[in-house]
């Protein structure tokens, strides 16, 4: 096969992954081909060739960008965090194994060595070290001056974490909580069925993809935001949304960020994408300075959710559950929880369209449809 085939084969590759989560990983600072490259040339490269000018007998090959592009690819497709002393490391054996998210065996090292000579023992660097940094580093152990001969990492272990089959495959994780995206950007594969897989937004995209959300709405992009840190600050406080593991279309992570915005594998929305969604609807519909806002929107995130779920259990077929209080929901509950659901449509169309699908294709693993708007235009007529 020829360079220019290759050449025209990457670039098809490439216009493969338009729009989709490896093009949102790709464009990461310092995880990019430009930042590889930059780094080739700062840095490998003008220490490569003052290493070949001082062994000249060892090698009359020069480095090149394509040699470089293929080690870097072996290396962090391969290599293990070994230890404080070999850090980011090629294990032969070890990395034979391929992935699986139910792993049989793992790596185990013993990492806090000293991270200039390798010993597990105490050692004379020790010494150098503040009082209080020493005891950082590894376990104490008795000192023992092994001369020249001393080898503390003779070996690795790969160790079973569950009975492995007979005749059966044998498989390391590569990651217990990585993307189809990160897998093939990392390793150049996918999984058939990845749970971990999700489309992720930022603030500017949803509210560009969004534009319905703004009708009536005066605040800026900038009062929104304030206002939507500080509702999500009160949110991880309170309980707002602790009904929200009673929803089928929404979730909420804890430990998740403000900048989760993102429809997981089985078509559910972050709680952090529900709040942004919803913020514009709830804020065109209360009169009074945003200041005064504040106070009304958490009520009304609340009931808001409230109503969400007695609209999935009437969806489901279970009718009115414990607890619920929807008998004359509000028109305004209605039409905020009809309009954050086109606006959710419209963001996944808009996401489709980027990757050259249709907007409306059924496949696209999003649960909180128009479904859920039709049975809310079904039901006005029976609370009106």
């Known amino acids: 096969m020829s360079a220019e085939s290759d050449m025209n084969d990457g670039v098809k590759g490439l216009e493969w992954l338009r729009g989709t989560e490896v ?126 001969d001393n080898n503390f990492d003779a070996y690795y272990e790969m160790v079973a974490n569950t009975p492995i089959p007979p005749n059966s495959e044998v498989y390391n994780t590569y990651g217990e909580t990585l993307t189809n995206a990160q897998l093939l950007t990392q390793y150049g594969f996918v999984l058939d069925v990845n749970d971990n897989d999700s489309i992720n937004w930022n603030i500017k995209q949803v509210y560009m993809s969004c534009t319905d959300l703004f009708d009536g709405c005066t605040a800026s992009l900038q009062e929104l935001e304030s206002i939507r840190s500080t509702v999500l600050a009160q949110v991880e406080e309170g309980q707002t949304l602790e009904r929200i593991a009673e929803s089928s279309l929404a979730y909420r992570k804890i430990g998740t960020t403000g900048e989760h915005l993102c429809l997981d594998s089985d078509g559910k929305i972050s709680h952090q994408l529900w709040i942004l969604l919803a913020l514009p609807l709830l804020l065109r519909r209360i009169p009074g300075e945003l200041e005064e806002q504040l106070g009304e929107i958490k009520a009304d995130l609340e009931s808001l959710l409230g109503y969400q779920l007695f609209v999935e259990n009437t969806l489901q077929g279970e009718g009115e559950q414990e607890g619920d209080d929807y008998h004359n929901p509000s028109v305004k509950h209605m039409g905020i929880l009809s309009d954050l659901a086109h606006a959710l449509i419209d963001l996944c169309g808009v996401r489709k369209a980027q990757i050259g699908r249709p907007a409306w294709d059924d496949d696209f693993g999003c649960t909180f449809d128009h479904k859920l708007r039709h049975k809310i235009q079904e039901m006005k007529p029976l609370y009106n």
Do not use: W
């Open 23 to 148: 093009e949102r990983l790709d464009s990461h600072p310092g995880q990019n081909l430009e930042a590889i490259d930059e780094y080739y040339f700062s840095i490998a490269e003008p220490l490569l060739l003052g290493y070949l000018d001082e062994n000249e007998l060892i090698s009359t090959r020069k480095p090149t960008l394509d040699g470089f592009h293929h080690a870097y690819t072996l290396v962090s497709s391969r290599a293990f965090l070994v230890d404080a002393y070999h850090g980011l490391a090629m294990v032969p054996i070890a990395d034979a194994f391929n992935h699986s998210q139910e792993n049989h065996v793992h790596i185990e090292t013993e990492f806090s060595v000293c991270f200039q000579c390798g010993s597990l023992y105490e050692c004379e660097h020790d010494f150098d070290l503040p009082q209080d940094e020493s005891h950082l580093l590894r376990r104490r152990r008795k000192f023992v001056d092994y001369g020249e």
